[in-house]
């Protein structure tokens, strides 16, 4: 029966659709671009100490990249992240090299190397060392 035929291909085009839209609009939460809040490692470093140029990153989650600035150069490579686990590739990390004063630049690296685990709580992004927190970030 024709009616029924058409009935049928409108009700699964339709829920194929809304499947579709729901499944685009779906993002991963760290999607996007983050400021760094402070730095934990052997003393705590806040973003004030950055002289006004505070670190940021942005994290491209369809093809795990991530880039930003560490405050001073700028940085691009991929990390992985999957289920509460995290790690950037800091082999293949690219960095530009302008010369930059104090310490902090070496301290964001050595923190984002120490990560292995992250939590996102609304629009804070928390990175740690196992149980240890070491970057807490904020969403732009």
């Not at 973003?47 to 150069?73: E, H, L, M, W, Y």
Request: proline share 1%.
């Amino acid at each position: 029966n024709m009616k029924v035929s058409i009935l049928v291909v409108l009700v699964f085009s339709s829920l194929f659709s809304m499947g579709w839209s729901f499944r685009k609009s779906q993002t991963n939460p760290l999607q996007g671009d983050w400021q760094l809040l402070s730095i934990q490692l052997s003393e705590q470093v806040h973003i004030t100490d950055f002289n006004g140029k505070v670190p940021a990153i942005r994290f491209d989650t369809a093809i795990n990249q991530s880039s930003g600035t560490t405050g001073c150069n700028r940085f691009s490579g991929s990390y992985v992240a999957a289920n509460g686990q995290m790690r950037f590739d800091m082999e293949k990390m690219a960095l530009t090299r302008m010369a930059c004063v104090g310490d902090n630049e070496r301290l964001f690296l050595d923190a984002l190397k120490k990560i292995t685990h992250y939590t996102i709580e609304g629009q804070a992004l928390v990175m740690s060392s196992g149980n240890t927190v070491i970057m807490r970030w904020q969403k732009k």
